[in-house]
């Protein structure tokens, strides 16, 4: 579903900011994708989602290059970026309608979607309102309902936790746990590793650009036994 | 298909989020009217009345059409040197491009979609002048035929009114359509280079040369002279018009269509404008996606300025300064619009000099100078408190001091710094950037003018104090009511109302200042020595009062300020 293949991506002359990874998401998987500050998360997403191209690789979605078909690929993704920063002068309503007709969504389903979502993270109240008046955690969940607005095979979420509270969290890893179980995809980055351990059916830890370990959570831990999780991840990612 | 749709749905994206928040206080009202009736008007009948006068003057040598033309290619230039850095900024660097281009959306409607929105959000203000041109024309028809207004309105075809009002909306598209190609093709060229301060040095020597050229254009303005203007441009051997009928080509078209009531060249005219912009989206479709790769892979080449020396110990005003020039340096938005857009100053002053000072009006007035002329000395330190006024406001570096900051608006209050000390910190960021630009206009005036040291120094004294006037007012405008919820820089400096209203209101400062001082002048009747005196009197005392007064409320502003 999701599928990245030798990515490697070079900030400038120089920085290399992810070296040759490869890694695949399949259909009715979760994979969160974790590593230190700095690793290339946000780098590889931008890549799977069409904002950077790669220097060298090529990602796939949906069976789709998203540099040579930029559109159908785009079309069977979501994306949540890790800043909820954008077109703040806009009310919620008017954002998630907008991109809702970007993807041609017809009215009975935006109806029913934005209905769903608004009532699952409690914005009803706040749809109308601009959202440079929104808090931060109130801008994360409307991003995340216009983005789910189109109910797209791939989910792709670039610290989609960050600022929520616990009840949004745990209405976004239903979302997240109900999405996979209908056959979709859904990759995730997270500095939190419990939500990892607890969500991902696989886990990515990314270096300096370049995996360090793909595979379960539980295969992780018989390798280094009596190691908490957190030591296993400092252990992994220093040096 | 669904193409076109989508530039649209993301156009009208683009100009909801750009809605300007008025505040609501009274205030605000005023000043509003104020920039209408005492600018918007001011500006929109003179131009009028100079098409008006125009074409009445060259329909006696019957080439009536030339005065509305002379005056659409004066306007085109403006706005392609204007909407240039606009409109590449707008394509490449606006900080919604990461977001817009996750969408199912073709990256050249994507590009058609911030191409309109730009070119409507730079014209806007060039529209209601266009109309008024166009109707001083036609008044000026009116008159030729001596007949009312009314039966006017019977005789001109049909073929006029449509050239008319298509052009109205046209004449700016073709320059912002230049400027995007220029755009897109600049980026082309530059996909190579990855360092980000390479990209920047390129794209602002390229910006920079562009400039001069279109300056160098200019030059056949300063060469005209009441006598022979009529005589030159009648004849269409006016060089400017020359220039321009070959680089914005089309407008003859149009002046063909409205004077010469010439289908033909209006259909001309029409048809161009889709060609060049078929063009442009042509241009887009090879090459913009891969313009936005490359703008997304710009690294740093110094990407470790500083971390390795240890900081040296600063105290509180320098370390606040530091951090205001920083911040305005670089980042590109305020480098541009706030720092380099000074250097205008002396460019223009330069310009003007270089290419007239040997004929034309500006010769003789240089000549009345050198033999000291009470009245040239007189324009010329009204002239330069005048720039001084007006090039304070115009970088906005006051008037955005606090909305700069933006989300991080708090930083102000939690910092462990006196506020008066942040204040003098961001006042000095401005004169710093300011006052270089005008000490370097003013030594270019000095040495074509052959202006003697003593008056230099007096000179700069007066600029100074006008700076500090503007300067003090554009902080108390922003302090009231600083506009920080902008996403990203280039809409912290076009949304913000306080940059708009400082700007009118250092308008109607300078305008006042220059009157009043004209009038008195005549009235007073003192020697110029004297008289100069009272000026510098009046003028540093306003500007110490103002500084004192405004230093008050800005603090108070500061206190109150709604970080939330
Ligand atoms: N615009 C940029 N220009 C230059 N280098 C960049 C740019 N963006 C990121 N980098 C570099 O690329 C590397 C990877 O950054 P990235 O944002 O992908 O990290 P991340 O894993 O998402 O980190 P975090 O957990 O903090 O979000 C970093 O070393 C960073 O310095
Ligand atoms: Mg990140």
């Known amino acids: 579903m999701i599928r990245a293949e030798n990515l490697t991506f070079v900030y400038g002359k120089q920085k290399k900011a992810v070296d040759a990874l490869s890694f695949a998401v399949q259909p009715g998987e979760i994979v969160g994708f974790a590593g230190p500050n700095g690793a290339g998360k946000t780098t590889v997403i931008k890549m799977l989602t069409g904002i950077l191209k790669p220097a060298q690789g090529r990602v796939l979605i949906h069976g789709h290059d998203i540099v040579r078909e930029p559109l159908v690929a785009k079309r069977a993704f979501a994306y949540v970026a890790d800043d909820p920063d954008v077109l703040l002068q806009l009310s919620g309503a008017e954002y998630i309608h907008y991109v809702a007709d970007i993807y041609g969504v017809s009215e009975k389903d935006r109806a029913d979607r934005v209905q769903a979502l608004t009532e699952r993270f409690g914005m009803a109240d706040a749809l109308g309102m601009p959202m440079r008046e929104y808090s931060h955690g109130m801008r994360q969940k409307t991003m995340i309902i216009a983005a789910l607005i189109h109910n797209p095979p791939a989910w792709i979420l670039d610290e989609p936790m960050t600022g929520l509270d616990p009840a949004a969290a745990y209405e976004l890893k239903q979302l997240m746990k109900e999405h996979a179980a209908n056959g979709n995809a859904v990759l995730f980055s997270t500095h939190v590793l419990e939500v990892a351990e607890k969500l991902c059916d696989r886990i990515l830890i990314l270096h300096h650009g370049q995996s360090v370990y793909q595979g379960t959570m539980e295969q992780l831990k018989t390798q280094h036994p009596q190691k908490s999780l957190e030591e296993i991840f400092i252990g992994l990612t220093s040096g | ?564």
């Open chain 2, 1 to 564: 298909m669904g193409g076109v749709g989508n530039s649209w749905l993301i156009f009208k994206m683009l100009q909801k989020n750009a809605r300007v928040r008025m505040p609501a206080k009274p205030i605000y009202c005023v000043l509003a009217v104020l920039v209408f009736g005492g600018i918007m008007l001011p500006c929109c009948v003179t131009v009028g009345v100079m098409s008006y006068v125009m074409t009445q003057a060259l329909a006696e040598v019957g080439s009536r059409g030339n005065g509305i033309l002379y005056e659409m290619q004066i306007l085109s230039v403006f706005s392609m040197v204007f909407g240039m850095l606009v409109v590449f900024n707008m394509l490449y660097f606006s900080s919604d491009r990461e977001h817009l281009v996750t969408f199912p959306v073709q990256a050249h409607h994507l590009m058609t979609a911030k191409f309109l929105f730009a070119y409507l959000m730079e014209s806007a203000m060039e529209f209601p002048v266009l109309l008024a041109a166009l109707i001083g024309y036609f008044a000026a028809l009116a008159e030729g035929a001596s007949c009312g207004a009314g039966a006017l309105l019977g005789q001109v075809s049909p073929v006029s009114w449509v050239a008319a009002l298509c052009g109205i909306f046209l004449v700016p598209l073709v320059p912002m359509l230049y400027c995007g190609m220029f755009s897109v093709v600049l980026m082309a060229c530059l996909k190579r280079v990855r360092s980000a301060q390479t990209f920047y040095r390129i794209s602002g020597v390229c910006m920079l040369g562009f400039a001069a050229l279109f300056l160098y254009s200019l030059r056949g303005m300063g060469q005209i002279n009441i006598e022979n203007y009529v005589e030159a441009l009648g004849s269409g051997q006016d060089l400017f018009l020359r220039t321009m009928n070959v680089i914005f080509f089309p407008v003859p078209w149009f002046t063909a269509a409205l004077d010469e009531v010439k289908a033909g060249y209006l259909l001309l005219y029409l048809g161009m404008h889709v060609a060049l912009f078929l063009l442009f989206v042509l241009l887009g479709k090879q090459w913009y996606q891969q313009g936005l790769y490359t703008v997304g892979a710009l690294g740093n080449a110094a990407a470790t300025r500083g971390a390795r020396r240890p900081g040296r110990r600063h105290s509180l005003f320098v370390a606040c300064l530091l951090r205001e020039l920083r911040v305005l340096l670089r980042t590109r938005a305020f480098a541009g619009n706030c720092v380099y857009v000074n250097l205008i100053w002396p460019a223009g002053t330069f310009a003007l000099f270089y290419f007239t000072s040997d004929h034309g009006n500006l010769a003789s007035f240089v000549g009345m100078y050198r033999i000291g002329k009470e009245r040239a000395e007189l324009a010329v330190m009204l002239a330069l408190l005048f720039a001084a006024f007006i090039a304070t406001a115009m970088n906005s570096l006051s008037s955005t001091a606090f909305s700069r900051e933006g989300k991080q608006i708090g930083l102000l209050k939690y910092i462990p710094v006196p506020y008066m000390t942040q204040l003098r910190a961001k006042a000095c960021a401005s004169a710093i950037f300011t006052m270089p630009a005008l000490l370097a206009m003013e030594g270019i005036a000095a040495y074509y003018l052959g202006m003697s040291l003593s008056k230099i120094v007096f000179y700069a004294a007066l600029m100074l104090a006008a700076h500090m006037i503007a300067s003090a007012v554009g902080m108390l405008m922003d302090s009231g009511m600083p506009y920080v919820t902008w996403d990203d820089e280039y809409s912290a400096l076009r949304g913000n109302v306080s940059t708009f209203f400082n700007m009118a209101v250092m308008m109607f400062a300078a305008g006042a200042v220059i009157g009043l001082s004209l009038l008195l002048y005549e009235a007073l009747k003192w020697p110029l020595p004297a008289y100069s005196l009272l000026v510098f009197v009046v003028l540093w005392g306003t500007a110490v009062g103002t500084v004192l007064l405004t230093d008050v409320r800005i603090l108070e502003n500061m206190e109150d300020l709604d970080c939330g």
